[in-house]
Structures are given as C-alpha cells and as structure tokens.
C-alpha cells in the first residue's frame, strides 16, 4: 500500500514537471521563432523560398547574402557610427530622468504630483502626437537636418519613452535608505553632493536597466530619427531602405524578403552582445525597481 501511494506521489510529481517544461518550452519556441525565422532565411539561397519543402533548415546554404548586406550597409563604420550616436543620447537620457526621478522622490515642490503625472502621460501618449510640436519648435532655430534637437531632448528628459525611465528611478529611490543621505549631509555634502557621491553609485542596477532599455529604443527607432534628422547614414535607416533599394535592381520579391531578414539580422546581432554583457545587472534591477507583471 505505501508503495502503491509512493508511485502515485512520483508520477504526479513528474507529470507536473513535464507540463512545466512542455509550457515552458513552448514560449521559448514562441518568443525565438522570428528570430530563428529570420536566421534560416538570412543564409537560404533564392530557390529554397521557392521550395516548399525547405522550412527550417535551407537545402542551399550561402553567405552570399551577408555578405551582400554587409558591403551594402558597410556595416562595421555604419555599426560604430552609429552606435556611438546611440550610446551618447541614452548616456543623457539616463542622467537626465535619473535626476528628475531622484527629485521627484526626495524633494516636496508645489505641483509635485502634477510633473510626475505628466511623466507618466508620455509613455501613454504616441510619441508621432509629440514629435509634431517639438519639429515645429525646432525647425523654426533651423535645426532640423542635425543631431541637436535629438541631444536636446535627451538633456532635458523628453526623449524617447523617458516618462518610464523616470518612473523606474522614482520607485527605486523612494525604497532607497535615508539614513544614507542623512549622513551625507551630516558629512556636509548639498544636494548634488549626495546625489553624485551617494545616490549614483548605489543606483547602478537600475541604471543600466534604464541605459539598457534605452539604447535598444533609440537602436531600433527609425521614426524620431528620421523626423529630427532626415537623409541620416545610421545603421537603422539604412537596414530598412536596404530591401527596396536592391529590389528595384532585381524586381524579385523574393530576393526583397531574404535581404530584409538578413538586415533586421544584422541591425539586432549588437544588441544581443550587448545583452550577454549586461543581463545580470538587468535580472537584478527588475527584481529591485518595483516592476511587476
């Protein structure tokens, strides 16, 4: 009988854990398709997608369309390029929104709650519903066609999905020990003292959560930057007019469909080495930051 109850105990346990997996599995699958997807395709020759026998793995494998992609984007100086660009702006944006959010924690203010509620209205608002004013702002100073109004608004916390970012530094710094700054002051440091000397150092985690969650917006973001400064050679706009610009040399839409894949391929491989990098520090600050869900 006690042996009989032990089996019972022992499949159930296992089939539990079987059903686990098989979900867990399951959204992996889900989640890397389009990468995986796009993957196969980048290295199909053009009568495997003729071939409607070829699904996952291409019958005629080549790199001729890298290859082709690469020379096309010129793509090492293009991925300097413009990963300088991006890394520059989500440096600013991250200490921009991470003194709003110290400020809006720590310091009582008249309108206090209304600035925070603003905060939040533009990650709700479409960022299209923004850009409208800020281009007419801008382009009465003549600055449209250049890289100032994109560091404007990274210095002053109005740039791309910034509300979020001031949120997530709000909620980490309200949990955030005033004994801490307390002692600071005792010490004699002033506001920007504790700020610079006490409060950055120990924010790192959520730091590069915001720095994170910010390069891969402003990475993959054609339309702000097509807005502010148009006829641009960064990497993003140049992978998305890539498929047009060779199908009007060959007019097979097959051919479109290979060099898109292989251009979203390359536009996302820097972002992947950036990520194997710095996902600790990512895990570790969604744990700390207050986000659920």
């Not at 409208?132 to 109005?158: D, E, H, K, Q, R």
């Amino acid at each position: 009988m006690h042996n009989t109850y032990k089996l019972k105990n022992t499949a159930k346990h296992t089939l539990v854990i079987a059903v686990k997996y098989a979900v867990l599995l399951g959204f992996c699958f889900i989640i890397l398709y389009p990468l995986f997807s796009k993957l196969v395709i980048a290295f199909m020759q053009q009568q495997d997608l003729y071939d409607n026998s070829v699904k996952y793995i291409p019958k005629n494998f080549t790199l001729y369309n890298l290859r082709s992609a690469v020379n096309y984007l010129n793509y090492i100086p293009t991925t300097l390029k413009t990963a300088a660009l991006v890394f520059s702006l989500s440096v600013l944006q991250v200490f921009s929104t991470m003194l709003a959010g110290y400020g809006i924690a720590r310091f009582r203010f008249p309108g206090k709650r209304i600035v925070f509620l603003c905060a939040l209205l533009t990650t709700i608002v479409p960022s299209q519903i923004t850009s409208v004013p800020m281009y007419i702002y801008f382009s009465n100073f003549n600055l449209i066609g250049t890289p100032v109004p994109l560091y404007l608004m990274s210095v002053t916390a109005v740039g791309l999905n910034n509300g979020l970012f001031i949120y997530l530094f709000c909620q980490f710094f309200k949990g955030f020990p005033k004994e801490l700054e307390e002692a600071g002051q005792i010490d004699g440091a002033g506001a920007f003292g504790v700020f610079f000397r006490i409060i950055m150092p120990c924010a790192t985690s959520i730091t590069v959560t915001c720095f994170l969650f910010g390069f891969v917006w402003q990475w993959t973001d054609n339309s702000q930057l097509n807005t502010f400064w148009p006829n641009n050679g960064f990497l993003m706009n140049m992978a998305e007019k890539m498929p047009s610009t060779m199908w009007m040399q060959t007019s097979d839409d097959y051919w479109r469909s290979i060099m898109n894949n292989t251009g979203i391929l390359l536009l996302i491989f820097p972002l992947l080495i950036l990520y194997l990098f710095l996902q600790r520090y990512f895990v570790e600050s969604i744990e700390r930051s207050g986000i659920v869900g």
